[in-house]
């Protein structure tokens, strides 16, 4: 998800824990739960080091164990220094240990909310290359982030009002309804799971143009919980086709957009066995392969269906040029966010 929700979900662990929290905890929370978006700066080192890192290195087990040490570590100084800033010689430390499980849980939040949302993430980098995702949200959730928001300014909103009538009881405020929103939250992604899980069973079980379904995946084409993006694959086709889930609603695998699977070639065998063809099926949930034919060779280009033909920075792709003796002249990775020749 986006790093808004991200912060959100933070501060609504932090204050439904805040009894239990060490000095820091908030704090502590909301840096160990946005600190995996910062492998977003691989894009800035092209759609290749995106690719590879995007998802990975901070999205991973281990990656949320050295944010949550890391997150730990650094409060622990500051702390520290504090500490003997003000003299508080006679104040207790801030336990690593304490501190390394509120970042942990932050840190693990995060990534259980990626894993629902956009394209996954490597739980397992370094030691396998697979994108797990759930794919029951879109990566911006209208519904998750407005209980988010009224789930913190409500309490505060009505903190003022009390204030305001003479009510200056010291009390825990907003616990509550930050316990409350992140059982809607959960719950909310629970029910999405199950319409998920009807989506694709409803794609699996129909014929496309008399061809059987061998696979299928459906996607989050918005906040509403009904509507899905399938992509099905065929003997010798994928299929995209808009469904939705809701009550009444008619399903008719004949409206679907087929992309035919090129036919087998020289040139096609050359380009698949390529490097970055590898590469790029590593990561890819349905690619498509497209082959054409130029005054000067062959141009093959890789795609994957999930992201249809989104302007996202996660939509990559490979471009590989061959010349007339199937021989490949140039292969690259492109993003569709950037100009393509």
């Given at each position: 998800?986006?790093?808004?929700?991200?912060?959100?979900?933070?501060?609504?662990?932090?204050?439904?824990?805040?009894?239990?929290?060490?000095?820091?905890?908030?704090?502590?929370?909301?840096?160990?739960?946005?600190?995996?978006?910062?492998?977003?700066?691989s894009y800035f080192a092209g759609p290749e080091?995106?690719?590879?890192?995007?998802?990975?290195?901070?999205?991973?087990?281990?990656?949320?164990?050295?944010?949550?040490?890391?997150?730990?570590?650094?409060?622990?100084?500051?702390?520290?220094?504090?500490?003997?800033?003000?003299?508080?010689?006679?104040?207790?430390?801030?336990?690593?240990?304490?501190?390394?499980?509120?970042?942990?849980?932050?840190?693990?939040?995060?990534?259980?909310?990626?894993?629902?949302?956009?394209?996954?993430?490597?739980?397992?980098?370094?030691?396998?290359?697979?994108?797990?995702?759930?794919?029951?949200?879109?990566?911006?959730?209208?519904?998750?982030?407005?209980?988010?928001?009224?789930?913190?300014?409500?309490?505060?909103?009505?903190?003022?009002?009390?204030?305001?009538?003479?009510?200056?009881?010291?009390?825990?405020?907003?616990?509550?309804?930050?316990?409350?929103?992140?059982?809607?939250?959960?719950?909310?992604?629970?029910?999405?799971?199950?319409?998920?899980?009807?989506?694709?069973?409803?794609?699996?079980?129909?014929?496309?143009?008399?061809?059987?379904?061998?696979?299928?995946?459906?996607?989050?084409?918005?906040?509403?919980?009904?509507?899905?993006?399938?992509?099905?694959?065929?003997?010798?086709?994928?299929?995209?086709?808009?469904?939705?889930?809701?009550?009444?609603?008619?399903?008719?695998?004949?409206?679907?957009?087929?992309?035919?699977?090129?036919?087998?070639?020289?040139?096609?065998?050359?380009?698949?066995?390529?490097?970055?063809?590898?590469?790029?099926?590593?990561?890819?949930?349905?690619?498509?392969?497209?082959?054409?034919?130029?005054?000067?060779?062959?141009?093959?280009?890789?795609?994957?269906?999930?992201?249809?033909?989104?302007?996202?920075?996660?939509?990559?792709?490979?471009?590989?040029?061959?010349?007339?003796?199937?021989?490949?002249?140039?292969?690259?990775?492109?993003?569709?966010?950037?100009?393509?020749?």
């Amino acid at each position: 998800m986006e790093p808004v929700t991200h912060a959100l979900a933070s501060l609504a662990l932090a204050r439904a824990a805040q009894k239990q929290l060490p000095r820091y905890g908030t704090a502590m929370m909301l840096a160990a739960g946005l600190a995996a978006d910062l492998d977003y700066a691989s894009y800035f080192a092209g759609p290749e080091s995106f690719l590879r890192f995007h998802r990975a290195v901070l999205h991973s087990i281990p990656g949320a164990i050295l944010i949550a040490g890391a997150t730990a570590a650094v409060f622990c100084v500051i702390d520290r220094k504090r500490r003997n800033a003000t003299s508080a010689t006679s104040a207790i430390a801030l336990n690593f240990v304490a501190a390394f499980v509120v970042s942990a849980v932050a840190a693990i939040g995060h990534v259980l909310l990626d894993l629902g949302s956009g394209v996954g993430v490597q739980l397992l980098w370094p030691f396998h290359v697979h994108l797990y995702a759930w794919n029951l949200v879109p990566n911006l959730d209208l519904w998750v982030l407005v209980v988010l928001l009224a789930g913190l300014l409500l309490p505060l909103l009505f903190r003022l009002v009390s204030e305001e009538i003479g009510d200056r009881a010291k009390r825990v405020r907003g616990r509550t309804a930050a316990v409350l929103v992140l059982a809607f939250v959960v719950a909310y992604l629970g029910a999405r799971a199950v319409l998920h899980s009807q989506a694709v069973d409803l794609l699996l079980s129909r014929e496309y143009r008399g061809q059987v379904a061998l696979s299928a995946g459906a996607f989050p084409v918005s906040s509403s919980p009904f509507d899905w993006r399938g992509v099905v694959v065929t003997d010798n086709t994928l299929e995209e086709l808009d469904l939705s889930v809701g009550p009444h609603q008619e399903f008719d695998p004949d409206r679907s957009l087929t992309h035919y699977k090129p036919d087998d070639s020289p040139a096609l065998r050359a380009a698949q066995a390529a490097d970055s063809t590898q590469l790029y099926l590593q990561y890819a949930r349905f690619p498509l392969a497209r082959m054409a034919r130029r005054e000067d060779g062959y141009r093959f280009e890789l795609h994957d269906l999930q992201f249809a033909s989104e302007n996202l920075p996660d939509n990559i792709f490979v471009r590989i040029e061959l010349d007339s003796g199937v021989q490949i002249t140039s292969q690259e990775f492109l993003s569709a966010l950037r100009p393509n020749p």
